[in-house]
């Protein structure tokens, strides 16, 4: 089975706080995704990666940015966190050609 | 640009009755079609999927779905609900050759007893 882990299920930052957000996958996937997820609104895709060092912006990546140094795995950074990036944070891997993806727990994040 | 549509933010179901949860894609072409199901407090569980071929598809916990080209609709279905379904469930499309995939709002279900 695919595993894919986030660092934090729950974390409380202040505002101006730099937040780094870090997920893993074991499977080799090349692709990985983060979301954020707030209510009415679905999931929205902020970044992804289709491979080391690479990366695209999704729909909403103003006031983030990302890092993939391994394969394995995909940091999601907030340079000054604020109120507004508070939501549920969810990582996401492809396991092939077919699209389909598989989900990390989620990170609920508080700015404070 | 694809969207997916989830027409019902809410619905309220009697446990041991049928269950219908509505999706519409906009794709021109024929999209890859996913529900995803998440239990409070957790991440995405795949529930189904279609690409392509038998337009009713079977997946897990008892879930099926059917996707009708006329109606640009891949519908979510279970004859009868648990308890235990309660959630929030989402659809999703996607083409060939693109990892990304579109989302739609979510449909939250609420189980009574």
């Known amino acids: 089975d695919v595993k894919v882990t986030q660092s934090s299920r729950y974390l409380v930052k202040r505002t101006g706080e730099k937040v780094f957000l870090e997920c893993v996958q074991d499977?080799?996937?090349?692709?990985m995704f983060w979301y954020r997820q707030d209510p009415g609104l679905g999931l929205r895709l902020i970044y992804f990666?289709?491979?080391?060092?690479?990366?695209e912006k999704g729909d909403i990546p103003e006031g983030y940015s990302v890092s993939r140094e391994k394969k394995e795995r995909f940091s999601l950074i907030l340079e000054s966190a604020s109120t507004n990036q508070t939501s549920m944070y969810l990582c996401?891997?492809?396991?092939?050609?077919?699209?389909?993806?598989?989900f990390g727990p989620g990170t609920r994040l508080t700015v404070l | 640009a694809q969207s997916v549509t989830q027409p019902d933010i809410h619905i309220t179901v009697s446990e041991g009755a049928s269950l219908e949860l509505r999706c519409n894609y906009s794709?021109?072409?024929?999209?890859?079609l996913f529900w995803y199901v998440q239990s409070p407090g957790q991440g995405l569980q795949l529930l189904l999927k279609?690409?392509?071929?038998?337009?009713l598809v079977q997946g897990i916990k008892g879930f099926e779905a059917e996707f009708k080209r006329s109606q640009s609709s891949f519908n979510l279905r279970k004859p009868s609900v648990h308890w235990s379904d309660a959630a929030e469930y989402f659809c999703?499309?996607?083409?060939?050759?693109?990892?990304?995939?579109?989302f739609g709002t979510g449909t939250r279900l609420t189980i009574i007893p």
């Open positions: 499977m080799d996937h090349e692709n």
């Open positions: 990666s289709y491979d080391v060092k690479m990366k």
């Open positions: 996401a891997t492809t396991a092939g050609p077919y699209n389909e993806q598989f």
């Open positions: 794709y021109g072409a024929t999209p890859y």
């Open positions: 279609y690409f392509s071929g038998d337009t």
């Open positions: 999703a499309s996607g083409y060939f050759g693109n990892e990304k995939l579109t």
